[in-house]
T-cell receptor, first 113, second 115 residues
Framework: NAGVTQTPKFQVLKTGQSMTLQCAQD?????MYWYRQDPGMGLRLIYY???????DKGEVPNGYNVSRLNKREFSLRLESAAPSQTSVYFC????????????FGSGTRLTVV | QKEVEQDPGPLSVPEGAIVSLNCTYS??????FMWYRQYSRKGPELLMY????GNKEDGRFTAQVDKSSKYISLFIRDSQPSDSATYLC???????????????FGKGTHLIIQP
């Protein structure tokens, strides 16, 4: 049981380049989330998808787009990367068990130069 | 004022000591309270979960919630070097279909247990 799988694990981008961070879960969870973690800031919610076909903005959505491709996959796209988007990105999914049911991926470490 | 406040540390204690980690929050809509442990270069993993005021114990770990004071704590007894990690408090509103989904995290406290 792989849980939540994120690819790639590391990425270096130049300012203005675009890229898509991939996330897939094999637990049949309805809800999926993208967070970013910066030093001294904790984890902040970027976007979430409560179910297949729906997405909503979180606390820090500017500069990002998301796609809920199917029930398993939820991708995060940076259209024009900026140095301020240098961060560690975590994908999570949640079971119907409410707040206790989150499972996090191992993260994507992104550097924008 | 941020919704959740947590001292980022670092907090360094000798092996075997009792560790106390704390968070305060301002939003009374939070009803569910969690502590996550995060090792370096790993994702957060759920350590403790509670939804009511009072204490919840699991082995060496005790989670305490005081909703009247908007204050939560995590106590670690007989601390071990393997407990060295970042501890994040997290909170959420009820999942009733209205309002924003997701968890609100504190900044995390970096804990170091010295052998």
């Amino acid at each position: 049981n792989a849980g939540v799988t994120q690819t790639p694990k590391f990425q270096v981008l130049k300012t203005g380049q675009s890229m898509t961070l991939q996330c897939a879960q094999d637990m049949n969870h309805n809800s999926m989330y993208w967070y970013r973690q910066d030093p001294g800031m904790g984890l902040r919610l970027i976007y979430y998808s409560a179910s297949e076909g729906t997405t909503d903005k979180g606390e820090v959505p500017n500069g990002y787009n998301v796609s809920r491709l199917n029930k398993r996959e939820f991708s995060l796209r940076l259209e024009s990367a900026a140095p301020s988007q240098t961060s560690v990105y975590f994908c999570a999914s949640r079971s119907t068990g409410g707040a206790r049911g989150y499972t996090f991926g191992s993260g994507t470490r992104l550097t924008v130069v | 004022q941020k919704e959740v406040e947590q001292d980022p540390g670092p907090l360094s204690v000798p092996e075997g000591a009792i560790v106390s980690l704390n968070c305060t929050y301002s939003n009374s809509a939070f009803q569910y309270f969690m502590w996550y442990r995060q090792y370096s270069r790993k994702g957060p993993e759920l350590l403790m979960y509670t939804y009511s005021s009072g204490n919840k114990e699991d082995g060496r770990f005790t989670a305490q919630v005081d909703k009247s004071s908007k204050y939560i704590s995590l106590f670690i007894r007989d601390s071990q070097p393997s407990d060295s990690a970042t501890y994040l408090c997290a909170m959420s509103r009820p999942y009733s279909g209205g309002g924003a989904d997701g968890l609100t995290f504190g900044k995390g406290t970096h804990l170091i247990i010295q052998p």
